[in-house]
Structure formats: structure tokens, C-alpha cells
């Protein structure tokens, strides 16, 4: 049963360019949660979607983010014109419904690196 | 809101038991979660706690006093490959508890 899978898992972006994050969750699960990991920091809650549902998205930036889950395929964090703050790592994980800790799952991650 | 406190380092010698305390504010309180992180890794669910008292798995227990508002993650025998960082989290109230906040992580040094 393959684990959360993240893609790319590291990402070179100029300034101004667009970054998009994928995210396949477990087989069986509709829930998922990205989080963003700045260095030597916690990771910090960005958006919680079910599938076609945006539910909770009070941890994203109002502007240049995006999030979608779509029906089919996977989750895709979306990053619009990128600057030099947004190098992170961002970690997505997925539960297979409401869930306790230890059914969030948490995938490789995506380094975002923007020059 | 919620935010947690953890030290930011901590090292110990192989063989040795460290204790990793959290201590956090929040408004509505679902649970104390531990995570392992190692460098460039992806964390590891560890252990949780929504009761008072010790809970063991292994070489790692986690406590919790709910009304200290404090818990720890203990490592005993502790092993090289233990160096790591270690995140102690709760979940948020609103969305039905769905969205873990983390603290800034204790890193741990194990040395021979």
C-alpha cells in the first residue's frame, strides 16, 4: 500500500514564476492538509480540502495561493508568482475521514527553492 | 489560538533517557501529539495522548497533564539514529479538530 506521494520533490522556481505542488493521498483516503516548514521552524497548517471541498483554508496567504482537490487526480498546491519568502518545504498529508493523529499521514514533501 | 513551547536543543549520549517537554495554550484541547522529524524527512506520527497520564510504545512514552497544560516525550536507550527533531502538536477547535498546530520542534543530538 504506497504511502502519501508528493511531486516534485524538490522545485527551482525564479521569481514570478509559477510553482504547482502535487499531492496523491493513500488509496482510501479523501482528506488532505498541506502544511508549509520554514527552516528551522514547525510546520504550519495552510488548507484542509475533502475531495471537490475546500473546508478550512485559514492558514493560506489570501493572494497567490491556491488549493484544489480535484473528483480525480490529486491535490494540487498552487503558487502564483513566487518570491523569495516562499522557499519552504511543503508537506502534505491525508486522513481517510475525520480523523485522530495518528491517521494523518504525511508525505515526502516538496522543496520549493525560488532564486 | 493556540501555540506550544518546546526547548530548541537537546543532546544526550547513546544509551542514555532524554525528556522532550511541550507546554501550550490553547483554546479548546483535543489531544497532544508527538512527531519525529529527521533531517529532510517527512514527520512520523509518534504518539498521542488525550488523557492525563503516561502512554508507552516502545522505547518512547509521552505523558500529559492537562491541567498544567504541559507534556513530554521520553526517549530511553537512546540510539544514533534517534537524532533527530521532535514536534509536539494539538489540534486546532475549529473545522472539527481537523488541522494540527505544531510547535517549533526540539532538536536532538545523540552522541556515541
Known amino acids: 500500500n504506497a504511502g502519501v506521494m508528493q511531486n516534485p520533490r524538490h522545485l527551482v522556481r525564479r521569481r514570478g514564476q509559477e510553482a504547482r505542488l502535487r499531492c496523491s493521498p493513500m488509496k482510501g483516503h479523501s482528506h488532505v492538509y498541506w502544511y508549509r516548514q520554514l527552516p528551522e521552524e514547525g510546520l504550519k497548517f495552510m488548507v484542509y480540502l475533502q475531495k471537490e471541498n475546500i473546508i478550512d483554508e485559514s492558514g493560506m496567504p489570501k493572494e497567490r495561493f491556491s488549493a484544489e482537490f480535484p473528483k480525480e487526480g490529486p491535490s494540487i498546491l498552487r503558487i502564483q508568482q513566487v518570491v523569495r519568502g516562499d522557499s519552504a518545504a511543503y508537506f502534505c498529508?491525508?486522513?481517510?475521514?475525520?480523523?485522530?493523529?495518528?491517521?494523518?499521514?504525511f508525505g515526502p514533501g516538496t522543496r520549493l527553492t525560488v532564486t | 489560538g493556540q501555540s506550544l513551547e518546546q526547548p530548541s536543543e537537546v543532546t544526550a549520549v547513546e544509551g542514555a533517557i532524554v525528556q522532550i517537554n511541550c507546554t501550550y495554550q490553547?483554546?479548546?484541547?483535543?489531544?497532544l501529539s508527538w512527531y519525529q522529524q529527521h533531517d529532510g524527512g517527512a514527520p512520523t506520527f509518534l504518539s498521542y495522548?488525550?488523557?492525563?497520564g503516561l502512554e508507552e510504545t516502545g522505547r518512547f512514552s509521552s505523558f500529559l497533564s492537562r491541567s498544567d497544560s504541559y507534556g513530554y516525550l521520553l526517549l530511553q536507550e537512546l540510539q544514533m539514529k534517534d537524532s533527530a527533531s521532535y514536534f509536539c502538536?494539538?489540534?486546532?477547535?475549529?473545522?472539527?479538530?481537523?488541522?494540527?498546530?505544531f510547535g517549533t520542534g526540539t532538536r536532538l543530538l545523540v552522541s556515541p
Open positions: 490553547t483554546s479548546g484541547f483535543y489531544g
Open positions: 498529508a491525508s486522513s481517510p475521514g475525520a480523523s485522530v493523529p495518528r491517521e494523518q499521514y
Open positions: 502538536a494539538v489540534r486546532a477547535p475549529n473545522t472539527g479538530f481537523q488541522k494540527l498546530v
Open positions: 495522548n488525550a488523557l492525563d
